[in-house]
């Protein structure tokens, strides 16, 4: 099959994020943690960077089709979900918070896309994507980035600062990574927050007598 390429960026995408996966459930013993962390991080930066070109030149050069409207989607979905599966493995420290954001993604995308796929085919609406749905795309996208290279920073600075100082340096917490807890927190709120705006703005369309 023949495809343009937005639809070529949309299906790179989707091949990225099983490569995230194996990547980042390896055990440390084959790729050690940090740079698990910083592979992953570019893994996942990759795809993101992807999902927002194949959009833009499908508007600019006027190259949007059928396959490009489904499986784009899904290939979001699927690099979002992907990699915070790979954070709740790879984390321990994060996964009571990564359980939580990983349900609230998980129910507000199949929500939302439930409500899509009803009023599209039962009243011929397109529901448009918002700025609090692309708020919340990058919010997400921020956040996850943030998860994989806090630690990394981390540990940089910490051998920078050990190599300045020419000895190891005592009381160094690995624990305190207050990015990655903000980014996560606002991505959260971005998410549910917008999935409420989608289905009451689309809640009066939803017949119970049909």
């Given at each position: 099959m023949k495809m343009n390429l937005?639809?070529?960026?949309?299906?790179?995408?989707?091949?990225?994020v099983p490569?995230?996966?194996v990547v980042g459930m390896l055990p440390d013993s084959i790729i050690p943690f940090y740079l698990s962390c910083f592979i992953c991080a570019v893994l996942f930066i990759g795809t993101a960077v992807t999902d927002m070109l194949d959009g833009k030149i499908a508007r600019r050069d006027n190259l949007i089709?059928?396959?490009g409207k489904f499986m784009d989607p899904i290939a979001d979905k699927f690099m979002v979900i992907g990699a915070l599966f790979v954070i709740l493995h790879k984390f321990e420290n994060l996964r009571t918070i990564m359980i939580f954001v990983l349900l609230v993604v998980v129910f507000r995308e199949l929500a939302v896309t439930s409500m899509r796929l009803v009023v599209s085919t039962g009243q011929n609406i397109v529901?448009?994507?918002?700025?609090l749905g692309k708020i919340k795309t990058v919010s997400q996208i921020v956040a996850i980035s943030t998860v994989f290279l806090e630690p990394v920073v981390q540990r940089v600075l910490y051998l920078v600062l050990e190599g300045i100082s020419g000895r190891p340096i005592y009381g160094w917490r690995t624990d305190i990574i207050p990015l990655t807890y903000l980014s996560l927190a606002f991505a959260a709120f971005m998410t549910v927050w917008s999935g409420l705006n989608y289905i009451k703005a689309y809640w009066k369309y939803l017949d119970p007598e049909k």
């Open positions: 937005p639809n070529r960026l949309t299906v790179l995408r989707l091949c990225l490569v995230l996966l089709t059928d396959f529901v448009a994507a918002n700025m």
